[in-house]
């Protein structure tokens, strides 16, 4: 009979503590679509998937970090795993709330310890990009803050309004995993600037492919006609373009850095001709942003020979 009793209490201590602990679970499930909503755009964007984005604070500066080395991994953009992230916060924020019977009880406490270390790891990672884009990168991002803050806010709301009986176990785990996520994404930000800091500063990944006859031929006119090519050190699309020539055809082209950091900057010209993305191509006098096949290239040009 005690036994029963005892399990009552602890029922309705449980049942009278899930509305005053709604509110945190509420704001972890807002502010996760939020950053769902912020990483999905910019993963759509460079997917090519989207336009433009409106980058309060500039554009050059999202797009230098959101195309840097930094801003991929495992060849897919950073943003991405963030939103994954964001996506399984409001997962398990959100299913405690609409969950009816015994397993809500069983799954809320258990969606708070995973709530509080995947924060946790959210969080510390987010600092560490908001330290590789201060100190290395070296440009504001507001997208990139925004979501660092969106993380930092999680963490809090986390151990604020989480149902915590042992305080030793909550510090303890959420060490473990800060350490952890710190440790495996400083090696990670050390290696992917390994390259950079070989090749030296301001300076453009090395074009490595075979160029044919007909890519140099293609080179040789669009420079002897004026043809241009708008780029920035740390653009990978203008990487890509130039992969498309290869290393002999592409060090014929006429090259303009528009970063103000990159080697030979020319960002007076490109801010005189209103350069708003990368590569941008000017041929015959017009404008045209985006990496181009070969063909196009041609087409656009007027060049009649062989088209690789």
């Given at each position: 009979?005690?036994?029963?009793?005892?399990?009552?209490?602890?029922?309705?201590?449980?049942?009278?503590?899930?509305?005053?602990?709604?509110?945190?679970?509420?704001?972890?499930?807002?502010?996760?679509?939020i950053?769902?909503?912020?990483?999905?755009?910019?993963?759509?964007?460079?997917?090519?998937?989207?336009?433009?984005?409106?980058?309060?604070?500039?554009?050059?500066?999202?797009?230098k970090?959101?195309?840097?080395?930094?801003?991929?991994?495992?060849?897919?953009?950073?943003?991405?795993?963030?939103?994954?992230?964001?996506?399984?916060?409001?997962?398990?924020?959100?299913?405690?709330?609409?969950?009816?019977?015994?397993?809500?009880?069983?799954?809320?406490?258990?969606?708070?310890?995973?709530?509080?270390?995947?924060?946790?790891?959210?969080?510390?990672?987010?600092?560490?990009?908001?330290?590789?884009?201060?100190?290395?990168?070296?440009?504001?991002?507001f997208?990139?803050?925004?979501?660092?803050?969106?993380?930092l806010?999680?963490?809090?709301?986390?151990?604020?309004?989480?149902?915590?009986?042992?305080?030793?176990?909550?510090?303890?785990r959420?060490?473990i995993?800060?350490?952890?996520?710190?440790?495996?994404?400083?090696?990670?930000?050390?290696?992917v600037?390994?390259?950079?800091?070989?090749?030296?500063?301001?300076?453009?990944?090395?074009?490595?492919?075979?160029?044919?006859?007909?890519a140099?031929?293609?080179?040789?006119?669009?420079?002897?006609?004026?043809?241009?090519?708008?780029?920035?050190?740390?653009?990978?699309?203008?990487?890509?373009?130039?992969?498309?020539?290869?290393?002999?055809?592409?060090?014929?082209?006429?090259?303009?850095?528009?970063?103000?950091?990159?080697?030979?900057?020319?960002?007076?010209?490109?801010?005189?001709?209103?350069?708003?993305?990368?590569?941008?191509?000017?041929?015959?006098?017009?404008?045209?942003?985006?990496?181009?096949?070969?063909?196009?290239?041609?087409?656009?040009?007027?060049?009649?020979?062989?088209?690789?």
């Open positions: 009979m005690t036994s029963t009793r005892l399990s009552q209490r602890l029922s309705s201590s449980r049942r009278r503590s899930d509305p005053a602990r709604r509110w945190a679970r509420v704001a972890m499930a807002v502010l996760a679509t950053g769902a909503i912020d990483t999905g755009a910019i993963t759509l964007k460079r997917w090519g998937l989207l336009g433009p984005l409106s980058c309060p604070g500039g554009a050059e500066g999202c797009d970090v959101l195309n840097s080395a930094w801003g991929s991994i495992f060849g897919q953009p950073l943003s991405l795993f963030g939103w994954l992230a964001y996506g399984a916060v409001l997962l398990l924020a959100v299913l405690p709330l609409v969950l009816r019977g015994d397993s809500r009880a069983a799954l809320a406490q258990r969606s708070w310890w995973a709530l509080l270390l995947l924060s946790t790891g959210m969080a510390v990672f987010s600092m560490l990009l908001m330290g590789v884009m201060v100190l290395k990168i070296q440009a504001f991002c997208f990139c803050v925004l979501s660092a803050t969106l993380s806010s999680l963490l809090v709301i986390s151990l604020v309004g989480g149902e915590w009986e042992d305080r030793g176990q909550l510090v303890f959420a060490v995993v800060a350490l952890l996520v710190g440790m495996v994404g400083l090696g990670w930000a050390a290696s600037d390994r390259p950079a800091a070989v090749r030296g500063a301001g300076v453009p990944p090395l074009v490595v492919a075979i160029s044919s006859p007909e140099i031929a293609l080179a040789e006119h669009l420079s002897s006609t004026g043809a241009v090519m708008y780029t920035a050190y740390w653009c990978p699309h203008c990487h890509e373009q130039k992969e498309l020539f290869g290393k002999e055809a592409s060090a014929k082209l006429g090259l303009v850095e528009c970063a103000a950091d990159g080697q030979n900057s020319q960002k007076s010209l490109c801010d005189t001709k209103a350069i708003e993305g990368f590569p941008t191509w000017e041929i015959n006098g017009k404008l045209d942003s985006g990496v181009k096949s070969l063909a196009d290239l041609a087409r656009l040009s007027g060049y009649a020979g062989p088209v690789p």
